[in-house]
DNA sequence: TGCTCCATGTAACACGTTACATGATTGC
DNA sequence: GCAATCATGTAACGTGTTACATGGAGCA
């Protein structure tokens, strides 16, 4: 049951609604979180009842119907202590290594397409990684230990894409020979 | 919609029980597709009213009460669709990472306790997959196109944990510096 | 006898997904 | 005026998790 907690911590980053947290979920922490925007609705009106959040109308509203929301202290709280609990590395349900373990078994599969479909999506997912860090961690730029965590967690995007392409490679090499 | 899926996937690789394929997500097939031994009986249950599968007694059943499945033709085609249906890789959801970027907003959480930890995991886990390796792919050895495939996934598994382990180390490094 | 592991399940609930609904605003 | 996008939601359903139930087999 994280998913309250990721959004705990996406508000801190920042208060904002409900819509555009759900719009920060499809890049930024959602690369490390999945989440729809009907979960993050349904979180957001659980954590109101429960006092970890609040609703107001942000001072600029003009005539917008945003709802913004920001964490109560006593979200703050929830969340250092369940960054503090312990909890096993997370589980992988990765479709795609199953379909190659049925092709495996069946042959008769032709699994290159799909393969370099999620090539080139790793591919431009790494690059936007590249693109963020240019951004946002300039070599020789001097961090905050909050901004070098940030980093860190960048680059382990990063490392996951690049081991996701390479062995992607390798996998088209194979599945391409002829049988 | 995957589990049934991975389900008759490890049933061609071997016929076996319910408890036996339980056991099997506990390593194996379950380091790319988790599942618990509940989702497993329920998906039996539905694959055998759907015609996928049949229960059989095998022939040196014994004194057990193991039921024993196998995959029937209906299932195979089954298979089949599902594998050359066009999915998108593997959403993440990584707890944590969600706790970095906690810690990184809110300070004051100590995670590297629980890093220390899941390095372990990763460590024993890689260990494990080189001695798969050096039990199934040993240098040399002649491969079908079945076994070929079955030890790249091996090899991405070998990759994912590599990749955790060396970011770890260095976030170690990160979070044990003084604040 | 009592303990542990084998083996299969039921039930309740929490979480995640998909489809749909509603109305306001922005751009052509 | 119309279409697309903004913004928030409801409803139904499917999947995943947790707790518990049942009884047999092996063994000290």
Same mark, same amino acid.
């Given at each position: 049951?994280? =998913? $309250?907690?990721? /959004? ?7 208060? *904002?609604?409900?819509?555009d ?23 957001? &009106?659980?954590?109101?009842? #429960? @006092?970890?959040?609040?609703?107001? /109308?942000p001072?600029?509203?003009?005539? *917008? ?5 920001r964490?109560? $202290? +006593? @979200?703050? !709280?929830? =969340? #250092? ?5 312990s &909890?096993?590395? %997370?589980? =992988?349900?990765?479709?795609?290594? /199953?379909?190659?373990?049925?092709? #495996?078994?069946?042959?008769? !599969?032709?699994? /290159? ?10 591919e431009?997912?790494? &690059? ?8 946002d ?10 901004? &070098?965590?940030?980093? %860190?967690?960048l680059?382990?995007? %990063? ?8 062995? @992607?490679?390798? %996998? !088209?090499?194979?599945?391409?020979? $002829? +049988?």
């Amino acid at each position: 049951m994280s =998913l $309250p907690h990721a /959004v705990l911590t996406s508000l801190l980053e920042k208060s *904002t609604s409900g819509y555009d947290l759900a719009r920060r979920f499809d890049k930024s922490i959602g690369y490390f979180w999945h989440a729809t925007h009907q979960q993050i609705y349904r979180e957001l &009106a659980r954590m109101e009842a #429960a @006092g970890w959040i609040e609703a107001y /109308v942000p001072p600029d509203a003009g005539n *917008t119907r945003k709802k913004h929301y920001r964490v109560l $202290p +006593a @979200g703050r !709280v929830e =969340l #250092a202590r369940w960054a503090q609990d312990s &909890a096993d590395p %997370m589980d =992988l349900r990765d479709a795609f290594t /199953v379909k190659l373990r049925a092709d #495996a078994v069946l042959g008769e !599969v032709d699994l /290159v397409p799909e393969l370099q479909r999620h090539l080139a999506l790793h591919e431009e997912r790494l &690059a936007q990684y590249r693109r963020f860090e240019a951004r946002d961690f300039p070599p020789g730029k001097p961090l905050t230990r909050g901004q &070098a965590i940030q980093h %860190m967690i960048l680059k382990k995007g %990063m490392l996951y894409e690049q081991g996701e392409i390479a062995w @992607g490679r390798e %996998m !088209v090499a194979l599945l391409s020979q $002829p +049988a």
